[in-house]
RNA sequence: GCCGCCGUGGCGGAACUGGUAUACGCGACGGACUUAAAAUCCGUUGGCCGCAAGGCCGUGUCGGUUCGAUUCCGACCGGCGGCACCA
């Protein structure tokens, strides 16, 4: 905002920000706040972007700054890019002009890492802060658990990834919807399509966000010409391109299931794809039971309640009872149809129910009564039947106890569909209605061999069990260990894992089962598993595991697709070292295994299609010396030598990052896995304007991107005279030249600065760590300083800060913490405990704004009623965290209560002045409500209840004073008493109350007194005031001492009068005291 | 649409873990002071019936739990806020 008032008026933006604070600081101070203005600081002051710039560098030295070129939100109207954060409903929120796109590149900080985004998100949980605050954040992070899935291309050697919360819903994906910046997008697309794919990608690029997320609005897409492979079914289904599915969710692709989500429904419905119900609701327990009653007339007396006994496992129909339709009439048909027919029991029998039952319309007579249409059209009846006795075919009726327990319920009309009682009527289905999806949980169908599993459970199984439930004539692979077992612990349950889910049949003998795995032995393994290894089969052996996949195949004579062998180990080679160092090895059989006499390599090298060697030059273990020994006698196979120490870290098996071994596997299938995905997005770290922290990045043909060193730091913004954005995106930083060029300060070269500013946020996240050590001109703040105040006690701010800066702010202090600028000692969450004060509202009720023309200004507040009044009414007009709305009229009653307050306190000044020490004879009652108003206001300030604290100062000072005669000569009010007054209310009216503290002598301030404490000795009262409940209403008001015990009260309430007469002469059935509240009885 | 929060006099709002609903303030009405008005001070103020004593009804609606519900439970109605094609 600085920066665009200076862009109108002409000035720099130097002069009016620093004008806006000069003015901010004055309000702030007239309204009395007691804040520490030696620790000030100002975000746009070289001294402190010096450390935000700084934080920056960090942030890019450990890879969570990054530069990319992404589309952004551009706000044409400010020519500059918007945070998501900063796009209210589609519209700049600065401006309200609609939201472009552009492709820009820019700096963005990865706060959506590993690293952070699930701290984020636990940290929440031990906070002491609003719910809805936490709640709030937890949304925008929007973690949601699913599974990622790939399919295969149809025609290419490539996999569409897509992610959904439903992999249940696998069978039931009829096509691939892709987003249109999807990269995959120009390779699949056919020849044929590609004019129209290419018309619709530019197409989506131009609409602004608010036109793509219109709901309203009709779905768009265009076909790729290409298909995928549903790994579930094995079916051949479309890939279309819509703008429906967001490049920045997820993987950027979807399977589409339109029978169960209603996204899918509506694009399937406009292309006319297929829709393959999955899923049918089913109601377990008769009490759900429920009546769709936006079925057309016919359809709806087919079939209304299937539900399921669980004693049989048999299906109920019920049908609808004609006797219903007498009571009610939808849309004025009457149905006069009869029961269930032969035709629907047909259409029954298809969707594949076996063990069907029909009950007869006179057992449903009883529930008739129930169904009836809601006065409002929109809304349906639902019956909370009885069916229990249905499901025990009992023909007595529902006694009236029973039916009084059935109460209808309305619901809106797009509730009903989560009501649907028709399992896979596919009939009704595609014939009526279906007015959109159901997505809900219930029973499989069409899925194969999960058709009758539980939904829920269903989902928990597919992703492990793709495989087992789809895959036809499944390959196999034998994986082969060597000695020691590393592998087995590491890397083969690894790879074991990624070949069950592409399908493939992955057997890893483990040591006891084959004694040992240089024996050969896994023959016998393989008999007792009844496994064929065929032609389809892939062998892979590692390490010792090498020689004896060889070995076997020459024995049995098998033919296989593939072997491979990873670090193979040449026994004849290393003897010595091996025996060393598996001195319990069967050395003899391993010795008559590899022999190499024992070889016929001619032959071997018949029996695979294909030998692939994979070795590293790291392996501790296997010298690549042994390669050269596998190579010359097996002269096809094909080599691939892996270098670098990060696949062979831990152990000469660990190598679980080495996902490039399962390139030689070929998939028939594509693979599943669990998978989070969250909402957040990273932070946009820049802005194409001038009025900014520099980015103190410097762009190096050689180096790459450089940081400034920080010894450089604070990389200060250029003087210049025109800083309008130049419209183009590029910052107005970009045209300044000498400013511009530099030198690497790594290689020395020519080289560019980063010309892009950061933003707002950058520096605002961390200023509260710089206030505890404002002006450390070597560290950002002396650690020990950091120990004593961090972390932040109480952080009081608006909700409008819920999400933004309170989530990157927690981001940054994280950061910090993990790179040990903020001491382990004050933890990793800046705020332990947040308070959200309520907006104050103008006086319709509406938020304040100029356009409303509601704006109440506090300097004219203060200017009529003073500070003290402003401060006090603010505090005193409701809850401190709820919004109410401001009413002028109702500060008069703040200004009398302070007037009156003035005028007392200068009648007591006064006469002690003229030397009157008058002094109120001690009244117990008196120091009794003075201890009273200490214990309140002092429990109400520390609980943020303001308001009732000053209502117990208003009742405190209106029952000492005489009856409000405030100039009376009587001197009421001893000194003492007074002056606990005035400490009470000192927070609330300092200045009001600085003044009489200074005429009545101190010469010190009264901020430094100690706070008063209530004595229990003067809270105590020996009588109390008790009410009499009969029949639990109050009919007398009784005194009792204030220890007096439960029968002595009871005696005394019972001798009333009063509660004789309400008695009528009845004895109590019931009569309790509970002590120091209330005598009850019941007759 | 989804999620979250909230419904108490003419108004802002009190009522602690279920225990005398409407504290405190504003407004309104009546009175005192004043030639008069303002300011100040005193009193009344949830609704209905009643001369009165007193009674009945009352915390969005309906129902439940309880000796007793603004408070707890269920359903509904209304309002506010957040997110919004998040798969």
Redesign the pocket.
């Known amino acids: 905002p600085a920066e665009n008032f200076a862009i109108k008026t002409g000035t720099h933006p130097a002069l009016t920000t620093a004008k806006n604070i000069k003015n901010m600081r004055k309000q702030i101070q007239s309204l009395g706040f007691s804040y520490d203005w030696d620790r000030e600081v100002v975000t746009s002051d070289p001294k402190y972007y010096k450390w935000t710039q700084w934080i920056f560098v960090q942030l890019f030295k450990h890879g969570l700054a990054y530069e990319a070129f992404a589309p952004i939100n551009w706000c044409p109207s400010c020519k500059t890019g918007l945070a998501?954060?900063e796009?209210?409903?589609g519209k700049c929120e600065r401006c309200g002009t609609v939201v472009t796109k552009k492709q820009i590149k820019q700096w963005l900080v990865k706060i959506t890492d590993e690293k952070y985004i699930e701290r984020l998100l636990h940290g929440l949980d031990k906070l002491d802060w609003p719910?809805?605050i936490k709640?709030?954040q937890r949304?925008?992070i929007?973690r949601?658990e699913?599974?990622s899935v790939k399919f295969k291309l149809e025609k290419a050697d490539e996999y569409i990834e897509?992610?959904?919360?439903?992999?249940d819903?696998l069978f039931g994906a009829t096509y691939i919807?892709v987003?249109p910046e999807h990269p995959l997008v120009h390779k699949i697309t056919t020849p044929e399509q590609r004019r129209a794919v290419g018309k619709y990608q530019i197409e989506a690029t131009r609409k602004s966000?608010l036109?793509?997320?219109?709901?309203a609005?009709e779905?768009?897409g265009i076909f790729t010409g290409a298909y995928a492979i549903n790994p579930a079914n094995e079916k051949k289904i479309p890939i279309w391109i819509?703008?429906?599915?967001?490049?920045?969710?997820?993987?950027?692709?979807?399977?589409?299931?339109p029978a169960h989500?209603?996204?899918?429904y509506?694009?399937a419905k406009k292309f006319k794809l297929p829709i393959t119900q999955v899923v049918a609701p089913l109601f377990e327990n008769t009490t759900d039971l429920k009546v769709r009653m936006d079925l057309p007339i016919e359809t709806r007396r087919l079939i209304y309640g299937i539900v399921r006994n669980p004693k049989d496992n048999t299906y109920l129909c019920l049908d609808w009872p004609d006797q219903s339709w007498g009571s009610f009439v939808v849309g004025g048909i009457e149905d006069t149809e009869g029961p269930v027919d032969a035709a629907e029991r047909e259409i029954l029998e298809e969707t594949g129910f076996k063990n069907l039952k029909f009950v007869s319309e006179v057992e449903w007579q009883v529930h008739t009564k129930f169904f009836a249409p809601h006065k409002?059209e929109n809304?349906y009846g639902i019956a909370v039947g009885v069916v229990f006795d249905l499901l025990d075919q009992r023909q007595d009726p529902v006694s009236e106890e029973e039916k009084k327990k059935h109460?209808v319920?309305?619901?809106?009309?797009?509730?009903v569909r989560d009501f649907v009682t028709h399992r896979n009527a596919k009939f009704i289905w595609d014939n009526y209605l279906h007015p959109s999806a159901f997505s809900g949980d219930g029973v499989m169908v069409n899925s194969g061999k999960a058709d009758g599993m539980d939904s829920v459970k269903f989902k928990e199984v597919i992703v492990d069990k793709l495989d087992a439930l789809t895959c036809k004539d499944k390959k196999t692979c034998l994986i082969v260990h060597g000695i020691g077992g590393h592998d087995q612990e590491n890397w083969f349950p690894w790879l074991k894992k990624e070949l069950v889910k592409n399908c493939w049949e992955a057997l890893v003998p483990s040591m006891p089962e084959t004694d040992h795995p240089s024996l050969g032995l896994w023959n016998d393994f393989l008999k007792k598993k009844s496994i064929q290894i065929n032609e389809q089969s892939v062998l892979v052996g590692h390490s010792l595991g090498a020689p004896a996949v060889l070995n076997y195949l020459q024995l049995t004579g098998t033919k296989v697709d593939t072997v491979i062998l990873v670090a193979p180990t040449n026994p004849l080679q290393h003897w010595e070292s091996l025996k060393k160092d598996f001195a319990q090895a069967d050395w003899d059989a391993v010795k008559k295994m590899s022999d190499e006499k024992n070889f016929n390599w001619k032959k071997i090298q018949r029996l695979a299609k294909r030998f692939i060697i994979i070795h590293s030059d790291n392996d501790p273990f296997v010298p690549v010396e042994s390669i050269s020994f596998y190579k010359e006698r097996l002269p096809s196979a094909e080599v691939y030598l892996f270098s670098g120490k990060k696949h062979f870290s831990k152990s000469n098996g660990d190598m679980t990052s080495f996902p490039e071994i399962l390139k030689f596997f070929p998939m028939q299938s594509a693979g599943a896995s669990r998978t989070v995905?969250?909402?957040?997005?990273d932070w946009l770290f820049s802005r194409q304007r001038y009025w900014g922290e520099p980015i103190p990045i410097i762009h190096c043909e050689k180096c790459g991107n450089v940081p400034v060193p920080e010894e450089d730091l604070p990389l200060e913004l250029p003087k210049v005279k025109k800083y309008e954005p130049t419209g183009t995106g590029e910052s107005p930083l970009a045209s300044i030249d000498k400013w511009v060029n530099t030198k690497c300060p790594q290689c020395g070269n020519k080289a560019k600065r980063e010309t892009n500013t950061m933003p707002q946020w950058a520096g605002s996240n961390w200023y509260f760590l710089r206030y505890c050590d404002p002006k450390n001109e070597k560290l950002l703040a002396d650690p020990e300083k950091l120990k004593q105040w961090l972390p932040v006690d109480l952080y009081v701010g608006g909700?409008?800060h819920?999400?933004l800066h309170l989530l990157y702010a927690r981001f940054m202090y994280k950061f910090l913490y993990d790179i040990g600028t903020v001491p382990k000692e004050c933890g990793d969450e800046p705020f332990t405990k947040l308070k959200n004060q309520?907006l104050i509202l103008g006086q319709d009720?509406?938020?304040m704004s100029k356009s409303r023309g509601n704006v109440v200004n506090p300097d004219d507040v203060i200017k009529e009623y003073g500070a003290d009044a402003m401060r006090m009414?603010e505090m005193?007009?409701?809850?401190f965290e709820?919004?109410?709305?401001w009413?002028t009229?109702?500060?008069?009653?703040?200004?009398?209560?302070l007037?009156?307050i003035w005028q007392w306190g200068n009648t007591i000044v006064s006469l002690l002045a003229k030397g009157d020490q008058r002094v109120l004879v001690q009244n117990e009652g008196r120091k009794r409500i003075l201890h009273q108003t200490i214990q309140k206001v002092t429990e109400?300030i520390e609980n943020f209840?303001f308001?009732?604290a000053?209502?117990?100062?208003?009742?405190y000072f209106?029952e000492v004073?005489v009856?409000?005669?405030?100039?009376a000569a009587e001197f009421l009010m001893t000194k003492e008493e007074f002056e606990i007054f005035l400490k009470l209310l000192s927070p609330f009216a300092p200045h009001l109350v600085a003044e009489l503290w200074e005429k009545l002598g101190h010469q010190d301030m009264v901020d430094f007194e100690p706070w008063p404490v209530a004595e229990a000795s003067h809270l105590q009262v020996s009588e109390?005031?008790?009410?009499v409940?009969?029949?639990?209403?109050?009919?007398d008001?009784l005194t009792v001492p204030a220890e007096a015990s439960e029968e002595a009260v009871l005696k005394l309430a019972l001798a009333s009068d009063?509660v004789q007469?309400?008695l009528g002469g009845k004895k109590p059935?019931?009569a309790?005291y509970?002590k120091?509240?209330?005598i009850?009885?019941?007759v």
């Open positions: 998501n954060e796009v209210v409903n719910e809805n709640h709030l949304n925008w929007g949601s699913g599974a897509i992610f959904t919360t439903r992999p819903t919807v987003s966000d036109d793509r997320t219109d709901l609005k779905k768009t819509a703008d429906y599915v967001l490049s920045t969710y997820g993987t950027g692709a979807i399977m589409a299931v989500d209603e996204r899918d509506a694009f409002n809304r109460t319920r309305w619901i809106s009309k797009s509730k995905n969250y909402k957040l997005r909700a409008e819920a999400v309520g009720n509406q938020k009414y005193f007009m409701g809850p709820d919004a109410k709305p009413n009229n109702g500060i008069v009653g703040m200004s009398r209560f007037e009156r109400d209840r308001n009732t000053i209502s117990q100062l208003m009742i209106k004073t009856q409000g005669k405030v100039l109390i005031s008790v009410a409940q009969i029949n639990g209403r109050v009919r008001q009063k007469k309400w059935k019931m309790k509970i120091g509240r209330i009850t009885i019941a």
